[in-house]
């Protein structure tokens, strides 16, 4: 799908766009039979969602850009950029393995084949933004590193930049730190908790489980340009989720979560990309 690519000139402190429509979820289908129903005009997080919470109900700026992303003449990328100013919470996915490996029909959502530009993953492109509502989150956690002396003692040895090394901490992280939703951990809707925090405490959700998996592969010897946080919807449980997109080789790799398996990134997996964070720049996902 083509996105209405927002221009670099938006500015940040623009007053947020609440698009005045009403939720549509009764039409989501994700039955494993018969006809789908029909699709509905736009699809945002269910009424429970945080970013819904915050808003009363409203739709969020991560909703806003969604839309922008799902339907480009309905809501201009430009009003999504505007929107991300509202301080924006997570939907939060269920930890834990996904039951269903097939897309959930969201909408208008078809499945994504791999895109063929070996810079974009999971089946998107990508816009380099300046400004996000989750800004200072990411910088107070980016600077939470863990020591190489730290990483042996968890983890084990590895062979620094490896494939090797991308399955080891990934399957370690995944079985050492349980999913534990931000508000029965800190009784606080979103709060990026950090990889020195999450490993002190065994629990953590979807965003501090792949940041805890960034900071030890970055102590095993993984540059940090080739990591990426990546927020998602999740289409088959219709929620938002977290990743950690590497650089290996020249190629992109995702670590969930929700599998001990390294994946491919070029493929969606299920999954639509809304922002990612590297370590010097922000980008916003088209189709």
């Not at 429970?48 to 109900?57: E, P, Q, R, V």
């Not at 700026?61 to 809501?75: H, I």
């Not at 974009?120 to 380099?128: D, E, Q, V």
Request: hydrophobic share 40%.
């Amino acid at each position: 799908m083509a996105m209405a690519m927002p221009t670099l000139a938006t500015e940040a402190r623009a007053e947020a766009f609440i698009p005045d429509l009403a939720p549509a979820l009764s039409g989501v289908s994700c039955g494993f039979s018969g006809p789908a129903a029909p699709p509905p005009a736009f699809q945002l997080a269910d009424a429970s969602s945080k970013a819904s919470a915050i808003l009363g109900g409203q739709p969020s700026a991560l909703d806003a850009m969604r839309l922008a992303q799902e339907q480009p003449g309905l809501v201009t990328s430009e009003e999504a950029l505007a929107a991300g100013t509202v301080e924006e919470d997570l939907s939060p996915a269920v930890g834990g393995a996904r039951a269903e490996t097939m897309a959930c029909r969201l909408g208008t959502v078809e499945p994504q084949i791999a895109d063929s530009n070996p810079e974009n993953f999971l089946a998107s492109k990508r816009l380099s933004i300046g400004h996000t509502s989750f800004d200072s989150q990411w910088r107070r956690v980016s600077g939470d590193h863990v020591s190489a002396q730290r990483m042996h003692r968890l983890v084990g040895e590895t062979s620094g930049d490896s494939m090797e090394t991308l399955t080891s901490v990934n399957r370690w992280v995944n079985q050492a730190i349980a999913y534990t939703d931000d508000q029965a951990l800190f009784g606080r809707r979103d709060f990026w908790a950090g990889a020195s925090r999450t490993l002190s405490l065994g629990r953590g959700d979807c965003e501090d489980i792949a940041l805890t998996k960034l900071e030890l592969l970055a102590a095993a010897g993984v540059p940090r340009e080739d990591m990426i946080l990546t927020i998602a919807r999740d289409l088959v449980r219709n929620a938002d989720h977290a990743v950690l997109i590497v650089r290996h080789d020249g190629r992109y790799y995702m670590l969930d979560n929700a599998s001990d398996e390294v994946f491919d990134a070029s493929s969606s997996h299920d999954y639509r990309p809304v922002l990612s964070f590297g370590n010097n720049q922000t980008w916003l996902h088209g189709y």
